[in-house]
C-alpha cells in the first residue's frame, strides 16, 4: 500500500508538473501573439496573464509534492531551482499587472519550464532537513526572496542592455516598439535592486545569527560570494547616486553581482551534489 501511495504521488506530481508546464507556454504563446499584434492587443495580453494563474498553482503543487517529504524538506539542486523560478515568475506576474514588466515574463516563462521539468526527472543527492527552526526558515526565506528579485533585475538588465544597442545602432522598430521607454526601464531595474539588496543584507544578516558555523567548509564559499555579491550591488547602487551610473554600466553591474549570487548557490550545489555527489 505504501509503495502504491508513493507512486499515486509521484504519478500526481509529474501530472500537475507538466500541467504547469502546458500552461506557462500556453501564457508565453500568448504573450508572443500580443506582442506581434502590437499593443492594441490587450485582449491576448489579458489573457496570457490568466493563463499564467493555473500554471503558477500547479506549479507549486508539484514542487510541495516533490520537496515536502516524510523524512524533511527536500531542497536538492534542481528543487531549489525549480522553487526560485516559481517565486521569479510569481513575483513578476504579480507586478506585471500594476508595473511595465510583462516582457520579462516571456524570458522567464522558458527558464521556470526548464527549472520545472529538471526539478520532475532529474535528481540530485541531498539529505532532507527535518529540523529547520523559524530562525533558519527566516533566512532561507530572505535568500530565495533576494535571489528571485536580483534574478529580476538581472532580466530586467538584459533587457535594458537589448534596448540600450538597439537605439545605439538607430533600430528603432521591432522589439523597441513593445518596450518601456528606457527611463523607465532604468528606474525599475534600481528599485528592483534596492529591494533586493536589502532582503539580501537581511538573508546574510540571519545566516550569521542562526547557522551554526556560516564559515564551515561546506558554506564558507556561499558565505563569501553572497558578501562580495552584496557589495557588488551596493557599490552600483552608490555610483547611481553619486556618480550618476546608468545605462551599460548599470547592466554590466548588475548581471556582475547576480552572476556571484548564482555561483555561490547553485555553482556550489552544482559540483557537490553532482560532481562529488555529496550533499550540498
Given at each position: 500500500?505504501?509503495?502504491c501511495r508513493?507512486?499515486?504521488?509521484?504519478?500526481?506530481?509529474?501530472?500537475?508538473g507538466?500541467a504547469a508546464?502546458?500552461?506557462?507556454l500556453?501564457?508565453?504563446?500568448?504573450h508572443?501573439?500580443?506582442l506581434h499584434e502590437?499593443r492594441?492587443?490587450q485582449?491576448?495580453?489579458?489573457l496570457a496573464?490568466l493563463l499564467?494563474l493555473?500554471?503558477l498553482?500547479?506549479?507549486?503543487?508539484?514542487?510541495l509534492?516533490?520537496a515536502?517529504?516524510?523524512q524533511?524538506?527536500?531542497?536538492?539542486?534542481f528543487n531549489?531551482?525549480?522553487?526560485?523560478f516559481?517565486v521569479v515568475a510569481?513575483?513578476?506576474?504579480?507586478?506585471?499587472w500594476r508595473?511595465?514588466?510583462a516582457?520579462?515574463?516571456l524570458?522567464?516563462?522558458?527558464?521556470?519550464v526548464v527549472?520545472?521539468?529538471?526539478?520532475?526527472?532529474?535528481h540530485?543527492p541531498?539529505?532532507p532537513?527535518?529540523?529547520?527552526?523559524w530562525g533558519?526558515?527566516?533566512?532561507i526565506?530572505?535568500s530565495?526572496l533576494?535571489?528571485s528579485?536580483?534574478?529580476?533585475?538581472?532580466v530586467q538588465a538584459v533587457?535594458?542592455g537589448l534596448l540600450?544597442n538597439?537605439l545605439?545602432?538607430?533600430?528603432l522598430h521591432g522589439?523597441?516598439?513593445?518596450?518601456?521607454?528606457?527611463?523607465?526601464?532604468?528606474?525599475?531595474?534600481?528599485r528592483l535592486?534596492?529591494?533586493?539588496e536589502?532582503?539580501l543584507a537581511?538573508?546574510i544578516?540571519t545566516g550569521?545569527?542562526?547557522l551554526?558555523?556560516?564559515?564551515a567548509?561546506?558554506?564558507?564559499?556561499?558565505t563569501?560570494?553572497?558578501?562580495?555579491?552584496?557589495l557588488?550591488?551596493?557599490?552600483l547602487?552608490?555610483?547611481?547616486?553619486r556618480?550618476?551610473?546608468r545605462?551599460?554600466?548599470?547592466?554590466?553591474w548588475t548581471l556582475?553581482g547576480?552572476g556571484l549570487l548564482i555561483l555561490?548557490?547553485?555553482?556550489s550545489?552544482f559540483v557537490?551534489e553532482?560532481?562529488?555527489?555529496r550533499?550540498?
Amino acid at each position: 500500500t505504501t509503495g502504491c501511495r508513493r507512486r499515486v504521488l509521484s504519478m500526481t506530481t509529474v501530472l500537475s508538473g507538466l500541467a504547469a508546464c502546458l500552461f506557462y507556454l500556453a501564457s508565453l504563446a500568448s504573450h508572443l501573439f500580443a506582442l506581434h499584434e502590437g499593443r492594441a492587443q490587450q485582449r491576448s495580453l489579458r489573457l496570457a496573464m490568466l493563463l499564467a494563474l493555473p500554471a503558477l498553482l500547479l506549479h507549486l503543487l508539484s514542487w510541495l509534492a516533490e520537496a515536502v517529504t516524510a523524512q524533511g524538506l527536500d531542497f536538492g539542486l534542481f528543487n531549489a531551482a525549480s522553487l526560485l523560478f516559481w517565486v521569479v515568475a510569481a513575483l513578476a506576474w504579480g507586478a506585471s499587472w500594476r508595473l511595465p514588466l510583462a516582457n520579462l515574463l516571456l524570458v522567464v516563462y522558458p527558464l521556470t519550464v526548464v527549472a520545472v521539468l529538471c526539478a520532475l526527472f532529474l535528481h540530485s543527492p541531498y539529505s532532507p532537513r527535518h529540523d529547520l527552526g523559524w530562525g533558519i526558515g527566516a533566512h532561507i526565506l530572505l535568500s530565495v526572496l533576494a535571489y528571485s528579485i536580483l534574478g529580476i533585475a538581472a532580466v530586467q538588465a538584459v533587457a535594458l542592455g537589448l534596448l540600450i544597442n538597439r537605439l545605439k545602432h538607430r533600430r528603432l522598430h521591432g522589439v523597441v516598439d513593445v518596450m518601456p521607454p528606457l527611463q523607465t526601464m532604468e528606474y525599475l531595474l534600481f528599485r528592483l535592486i534596492w529591494t533586493g539588496e536589502v532582503l539580501l543584507a537581511l538573508a546574510i544578516l540571519t545566516g550569521a545569527l542562526f547557522l551554526e558555523n556560516m564559515f564551515a567548509q561546506h558554506l564558507a564559499h556561499k558565505t563569501v560570494l553572497s558578501i562580495v555579491a552584496w557589495l557588488v550591488f551596493a557599490v552600483l547602487l552608490w555610483g547611481k547616486h553619486r556618480l550618476g551610473w546608468r545605462g551599460t554600466t548599470a547592466v554590466r553591474w548588475t548581471l556582475t553581482g547576480f552572476g556571484l549570487l548564482i555561483l555561490a548557490y547553485f555553482g556550489s550545489k552544482f559540483v557537490l551534489e553532482l560532481l562529488l555527489q555529496r550533499p550540498a
